[in-house]
């Protein structure tokens, strides 16, 4: 049994609690048992929002992760309470039009894509958790584009305005995603975690 | 049916639709406001009423109302809501009145915080509010499980005709999981039809009272309810095993979303060659303690992780019953403790298990 | 030949647990024979208090519930909501309605519950042996206030018809007193027409009695009834406080 934990992280109206789940649909597609929790404050904007995101052959077991096996980083205060967290050999993605400073860890890889400028490229910065959510994608190869597409249609179906730059933006997000793999010179992959199967019974008192 | 993706408090929503209840009475709190949100919309959609309440005071008592004029109905809140509804409980209990409450659990005591907490196991379990009697209390650990069983609470409320409550957290409330709703066929209440109040045409005033001051009068009643426990006792004790086929040397005990942390530190254990069992209780009342007696004397120790002070641990060292030693790790506030804060407290329980030799 | 009084079968035949003088059992009264008038006892439920009319679920002959302190409007709420056909009325104290439970009062009032509301006041606790109400006037003498309400520490009482018809929600509100025949007579047409604005699912339906409490007031029940008048009356104007506003002929 194999799983992986996925952390999004940035400021609340970020965005990354959506891409959290558009990732989680996604899986969903490929049979996957999935959970996404946040972490929810008081603030409904502006405050830290991260949402980690379990994804499982089999059941997830805890969906309260201190330790993710990547992380998706949108901003310098939400990398330098979880960029530490992460598991050796695991992957820290950063968007480096908001993060200035540099940021190392020896035993797992960081790649840095200026999201936000992409985007504003693109005419929105708002659909900086696309790029953020593509290049992961494209990175570890987790889901394929036209998965995440589908998913991204399906999400959106009551407001059609927004397919379109989300689409373009998740896509534009793969293509450096998949430069940042190739350019690693590793072949990369998802970290996982290997697991047991375990026994579990459920029970009545009078049997 | 395709599962979908859903928060817990809209998925728990669902399944009391589901379920046949058309009536939801609530006053906002967080960590749970998109259980009323959700059914805000919904329950129009299906002939239903929802009702925004000025208080969980006055919730309580409208839940009574609506119970007792028949028909299926239920609320929902967060720890400081369901201390001023302690009140209604009591009420809704010794009229013998079944509505489901649901009770996304917060940090405690006074107003605290908002995150995730199992603060108030002994107020649901233990002193709910003044008098002698009980709820019957089910913790999810999932959202699917959430869904099944607050289902299932709907059934059991009626069956015994007790308030029965959906003991959850901030964590189960807010997180979304793959749901399926399994189908339910859904007829009018049970037994409604013997004592709700609808009007006495054609038959003897009724009364829907929890006000006895013959003290025999009162006295046979509350022992008559505490038979009825007996029965919810014996048959609707509910309980995980997990990791217990195999010999194991620790038995962790923790309930609800907190034993899913523990299965994932179990899981490392195990790669690292230690035997851990883990015992959860679904019904955390009644209380599986024969079960948890039989497993815990397998173990050499027993460890209880919780998400508050140990309010769990009463219970496990009266099954335990002076056999093994029980030791406590928990955080609280808003904190959960995490797969390596268990990983670490497993291994301190071992370190005294080995001592004690 | 054809009687002219009897019982009404909106209530059992048993003897009241009220004080001699108290005038609750000519409020339960008014109320039962309503019941009966408009045909509604079948289809009627009743919610009681908690003080002195908490047993008034033992004489209605009609379903009833037994609430807890305050609470009555959020029961009939609940029962009301769930099934609107039924005709529920809750019956309430001072202590109860304008102390403990003027927040369940005020917000089914504005809320526009379909429910009738009778509020006795009668200027003190009386279960409970005599003390202060939130309706005590002042310099009323109680167990609590031996010199007399002092409104610098306790304020002044609470107008509770006052109150609730200043809401913009539409309702039926008004207070009439028992120290009469006369007013009792009114007080029927009253309460009447409260229950009708219900039957007709018009609004929300409130009507106060000003009544007596001989035993704690420490009066005969003919110098309570005047003292409702020469004490209470002042303080407490009687009269249809709100009514519904009548959509005029031909339009929607």
């Not at chain 1, 249609?153 to 933006?169: C, D, G, H, M, Y």
């Not at chain 2, 002193?127 to 709907?154: I, Y």
């Amino acid at each position: 049994m194999k799983s992986t934990d996925v952390l999004f992280a940035g400021f609340g109206g970020h965005g990354m609690l959506m891409a959290g789940k558009l990732l989680a649909l996604s899986m969903i597609k490929q049979g996957k048992q999935v959970s996404w929790l946040p972490a929810y404050g008081a603030e409904m904007r502006g405050g830290t929002a991260n949402v980690t995101v379990c994804i499982s052959d089999g059941d997830v077991m805890s969906p309260y992760i201190e330790r993710p096996n990547a992380l998706v980083v949108m901003n310098t205060p939400s990398l330098a309470k979880f960029g530490p967290r992460v598991k050796p050999g695991g992957l820290i993605l950063l968007n480096s039009t908001l993060i200035k400073d540099p940021f190392t860890r020896d035993d797992c890889p960081v790649m840095s894509l200026p999201a936000s400028q992409i985007a504003m490229d693109m005419g929105n910065a708002r659909a900086t958790n696309l790029i953020l959510l593509g290049a992961y994608a494209g990175i570890t190869q987790i889901a394929s584009q036209e998965e995440v597409i589908e998913t991204i249609q399906e999400t959106f179906t009551s407001r059609p305005k927004f397919i379109p730059l989300n689409v373009s933006a998740f896509s534009a997000g793969w293509k450096e995603g998949t430069r940042l793999r190739l350019e690693s010179g590793v072949e990369f992959a998802h970290q996982e975690n290997e697991e047991e199967e375990t026994d579990s019974r459920y029970a009545y008192s009078n049997g | 049916m395709a599962k979908i993706l859903m928060k817990g408090n809209e998925a728990i929503g669902e399944a009391a639709i589901k379920a046949g209840c058309l009536y939801f009475f609530g006053y906002p709190i967080t960590p749970q406001n998109e259980l009323p949100e959700y059914l805000s919309k919904r329950l129009p959609q299906v002939g239903g009423r929802y009702i925004q309440t000025e208080s969980e005071v006055a919730t309580s008592n409208m839940i009574f109302g609506a119970a007792g004029v028949g028909v299926r109905v239920m609320t929902s809140s967060s720890s400081p809501g369901i201390s001023l509804m302690s009140e209604g409980l009591s009420y809704l209990a010794g009229a013998d009145l079944p509505v489901v409450i649901v009770n996304m659990m917060r940090a405690g005591p006074g107003l605290a915080g908002i995150l995730p907490a199992q603060s108030d196991y002994a107020h649901a379990t233990r002193g709910t509010a003044h008098g002698d009697f009980q709820l019957l209390v089910l913790a999810p650990s999932s959202v699917q499980e959430a869904v099944d069983l607050t289902m299932l609470c709907f059934e059991l409320a009626e069956k015994y005709r007790m308030p029965v409550m959906l003991l959850g957290d901030g964590m189960i409330g807010q997180m979304m999981e793959p749901v399926e709703f399994p189908p339910m066929e859904v007829g009018p209440p049970m037994n409604a039809d013997d004592w709700a109040l609808t009007g006495c045409k054609g038959r003897a005033p009724r009364l829907v009272s929890s006000l006895f001051l013959d003290p025999v009068e009162l006295n046979a009643k509350n022992h008559e309810r505490f038979e009825k426990y007996k029965v919810v006792a014996q048959n609707e004790t509910r309980f995980e095993l997990y990791n217990c086929d195999e010999p194991y040397d620790i038995l962790i005990t923790a309930f609800g979303v907190m034993s899913r942390v523990c299965k994932s530190a179990i899981t490392e254990l195990k790669k690292q060659g230690v035997r851990v069992g883990l015992f959860r209780p679904i019904t955390v009342k009644p209380y599986p303690s024969e079960a948890l007696s039989s497993a815990i004397l397998k173990a050499r120790r027993v460890l209880d992780v919780e998400m508050n002070m140990g309010q769990m641990l009463v219970d496990v060292q009266l099954a335990a019953n002076g056999q093994r030693e029980v030791d406590f790790m928990g955080k609280c506030g808003g904190l959960t403790p995490s797969i390596e804060d268990v990983v670490e407290a497993v291994y301190a329980s071992l370190a005294k298990a080995e001592a004690a030799v | 030949m054809k009687p002219i009084f009897s019982h009404t079968e909106g209530m059992i035949t048993d003897p009241m647990h009220y004080c001699p003088g108290c005038t609750h059992g000519i409020i339960h009264r008014l109320v039962g024979e309503t019941l009966i008038e408009l045909g509604i006892r079948e289809r009627a439920v009743g919610v009681s208090p908690v003080g002195c009319s908490v047993f008034t679920y033992k004489y209605f002959t009609c379903d009833m519930f037994q609430a807890s302190h305050g609470r009555a409007p959020a029961v009939a709420t609940g029962a009301k909501r769930c099934r609107p056909e039924l005709i529920v009325f809750c019956y309430q104290g001072d202590g109860d309605l304008a102390a403990i439970g003027t927040s369940e009062i005020i917000h089914a009032a504005n809320r526009g519950e379909k429910i009738t509301c009778i509020f006795v006041n009668n200027a003190i606790y009386g279960m409970t042996g005599g003390q202060m109400a939130p309706t005590t006037v002042p310099g009323q003498r109680t167990s609590t206030t031996p010199g007399g309400r002092n409104v610098d520490e306790d304020g002044f009482p609470l107008k509770m018809s006052e109150i609730l018809a200043q809401l913009q929600t539409p309702g039926y509100i008004a207070r009439v007193s028992m120290h009469s025949p006369e007013e009792i007579i009114r007080a029927k047409r009253v309460i009447r027409k409260a229950f009708e604005y219900q039957v007709n699912n018009t609004c929300f339906s409130f009507v106060e009695f000003l009544s007596t409490c001989p035993t704690n007031w420490g009066l005969s029940p003919v110098d309570s009834l005047n003292w409702i008048k020469n004490s209470m009356l002042p303080y407490y104007p009687l009269g249809e406080h709100k009514v519904p506003e009548q959509k005029e002929e031909g339009t929607q």
